[in-house]
């Protein structure tokens, strides 16, 4: 705990409130799988939809061998490119690597 | 003037308190606005500081005195809008339904997809509440059956309830922003202040006047004035808010 929010909680008499070490603004966005079945949607973000499975849970043998994710040179769309999944448009289809995604989930909190 | 529709595919998420707080900042600022509730729960009085049991005049204006507070008139019509025959009255004659003299904040109940359809070909802007969490966010593709969200461009969104300190919360906020662009209009901090003052049936700003969701509902106003040009359209109605130019 930092020494200003330990003084604070002295002056108030007070052994905890909710405190908490914000971590680092937004640059830390994760792809919740929530956020990739938004992505993926086509009622949502129309023909750009990031091709998905309709199950929230990634297999996992596919997941054991992960390949390599293919970035898009300019993404359409850069939200697509902040979360790592590629649109697909017409015939300059790309594979999207969402196990890769997946996978990284589990290794976190 | 202009009908501001308050519609979220998701209950629960601020409709109401998002409509009555822009009603609000809307009279405030000298505009003539009517607050239309067509909701079963007609809870939108709660936040002009009446009870529940207090009876909110009908839209087609048969029964009883004005309902005024705060400058916002308060009426319901969620009895008329069941019924099919209004409603294809009501598709046929919009401008007589909605005096275009005033600014109409016109909420809508989650489920009443009829007069969401109804009311979103005449409105100035529709506005979806979300919240910071997978319930609200899987309700995006929800919003129409003609086009994707993405795509609506009536539509905007307000995320409400934001809390800094939930990762989720965080990451929920830039991955809408990204999404949306300018789409997401603002957003509102989640501020226990909120339930208090409707608790005590008094505005946040003399029950809390400092609250972090003040700020932000100031903002989200303002946003909603510019995005639909009403900054421009002052009518002679309007009196001057002190600091105006
Ligand atoms: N920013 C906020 N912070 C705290 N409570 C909020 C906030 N916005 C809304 N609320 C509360 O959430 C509840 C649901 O809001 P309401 O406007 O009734 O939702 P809806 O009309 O979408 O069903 C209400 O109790 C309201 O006071
Ligand atoms: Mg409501």
Redesign the pocket.
């Known amino acids: 705990m930092r020494r200003d929010a330990r003084k604070l909680l002295e002056k108030l008499n007070r052994a905890d409130f909710a405190y908490r070490e914000f971590e680092d603004s937004f640059s830390e966005t994760e792809l919740w799988p929530i956020f990739a079945a938004v992505l993926g949607d086509q009622s949502v973000v129309g023909d750009d939809a990031a091709p998905q499975s309709s199950r929230g849970i990634p297999p996992i043998k596919a997941a054991a061998a992960p390949s390599k994710p293919q970035e898009p040179a300019s993404p359409p769309n850069p939200i697509f490119g902040s979360y790592g999944m590629a649109p697909v448009r017409g015939s300059e289809k790309k594979p999207v690597d969402l196990q890769e995604f997946f996978s990284r989930f589990s290794e976190l909190d | 003037m202009a009908v501001i529709l308050f519609q979220?595919p998701k209950?629960?998420?601020?409709?109401?308190?998002?409509a009555a707080q822009l009603a609000l900042h809307l009279a405030g600022r000298g505009y003539e606005v009517n607050a239309l509730d067509c909701t079963f729960q007609n809870?939108l009085k709660m936040h002009f500081g009446f009870m529940p049991s207090q009876p909110v005049p009908e839209l087609d204006g048969v029964e009883g005195e004005a309902l005024v507070a705060f400058g916002v008139k308060l009426l319901q019509a969620h009895h008329h809008f069941r019924s099919q025959a209004f409603l294809r009255e009501a598709e046929r004659q919009l401008d007589r339904l909605f005096d275009p003299a005033h600014i109409w904040i016109v909420?809508v109940a989650?489920e009443d997809r009829p007069l969401l359809d109804l009311l979103t070909p005449r409105c100035a802007l529709h506005i979806c509440?979300l919240l910071p969490t997978a319930a609200s966010l899987a309700t995006l593709n929800r919003l129409s059956e003609t086009a994707p969200a993405m795509q609506l461009d009536r539509t905007v969104f307000v995320l409400?309830?934001l809390d800094d300190r939930q990762k989720l919360s965080r990451h929920s906020h830039s991955f809408v922003r990204d999404l949306f662009g300018d789409q997401l209009i603002a957003t509102?901090?989640?501020?226990?202040a909120?339930?208090e003052a409707?608790a005590r049936f008094e505005p946040i700003a003399k029950n809390a006047p400092t609250s972090a969701?003040l700020q932000d509902l100031r903002f989200f106003a303002s946003a909603v004035e510019e995005r639909i040009g009403l900054t421009q359209a002052v009518g002679e109605a309007n009196v001057t808010v002190p600091g105006d130019v």
């Open positions: 979220s209950g629960g998420t601020g409709s109401t308190f998002l809870a909420d989650s509440a409400n309830q509102v901090r989640r501020d226990e909120i339930n409707l969701a």
